[in-house]
Every structure is written in C-alpha cells, then in structure tokens.
C-alpha cells in the first residue's frame, strides 16, 4: 500500500511541475513559447490557461494529500 501511494506521489509531482510550467505568467512563460506567433494573429488562448490553472490545483492538493498520507504511523 505504501508503495502505491508513494507512486501516485511522484505522478501528482510531475503533474504538478508540468501544469505550473505549461502556465503562462506575466513573461508568457513555456505556454508562450510553445504557441509562438499564433497569438498575434488569433488572441491569446485564455481558456487553457484557466484549465491549466485548475489541473495544476488539483494536482497540488493530491500531492498535499498523499505526503500526509506517507506521513501517518501506519505506513512508516
């Protein structure tokens, strides 16, 4: 059991990485980059980054929930 919930961690970890990554901030970050001049013709896609914003919170809360998981007595 404690293995399962120790993988299902890492997998929360990295999709937690990607979303932040993929997430466009004030400098457009790698979203930016990856649409390149697309924007200047058709607009700023706003849609992915609002679902890029809830993936990367509900990734956050499944890492926070399976670190504290990993952390009761029962598994050490």
Do not use: N, W, Y
């Not at 999709?15 to 979203?31: F, P, Y």
């Amino acid at each position: 059991m404690k293995t399962l919930i120790m993988v299902l961690q890492v997998i929360a970890s990295l999709g937690l990485i990607a979303t932040v990554l993929l997430q466009s901030g004030k400098s457009a970050g790698l979203s930016g980059s990856i649409a390149g001049g697309a924007e200047t013709f058709f607009g700023k896609k706003k849609g992915m980054d609002d679902f890029f914003s809830k993936l990367a919170t509900a990734s956050a809360i499944s890492f926070l929930l399976f670190t504290l998981l990993l952390s009761l007595p029962v598994f050490q």
